[in-house]
């Protein structure tokens, strides 16, 4: 298992129009293989900022699957153009906890 994190930081003035995007985003990730979970969470402390988990079964299943995919070009369409600036994907692996 993969986490797939980042820091969406949004345009000002934009977070009830992202929202509504990532709802009609989500089903886009949600049919690809290797997809577990995602999560998208407010800042308490940036009215702007969220941050994405999202779960795969392996790193592959979004770096070779998803990215490359046509529902990622709908993705970026529905999402991109509300993140200033575009965000850092990370990834981690096993739990040390």
């Known amino acids: ?5 980042a820091i969406l930081q949004i345009r ?3 977070s009830a129009a992202f929202a509504a ?3 009609k985003a989500r089903p886009l990730v949600a049919v690809q293989p290797g997809f ?3 999560e998208v969470r407010e800042s308490d ?3 702007q900022r969220y941050l994405l988990l999202i779960v795969w ?3 592959e299943s ?3 699957g998803f990215r490359k995919s046509p529902e990622y070009r ?10 200033d600036p575009i965000p850092v994907v990370n990834y981690y692996g096993r739990s040390i906890l």
């Open 21 to 23: 995007a990532m709802a």
């Open 12 to 14: 000002p003035g934009q």
């Open 45 to 47: 402390d940036d009215p």
């Open 57 to 59: 079964d392996a790193i």
């Open 36 to 38: 577990q979970s995602i």
């Open 62 to 64: 979004h770096r070779d």
């Open 74 to 83: 709908q993705w970026r369409a529905l999402l991109h153009h509300f993140y």
């Open 1 to 5: 298992m993969i986490v797939e994190h």
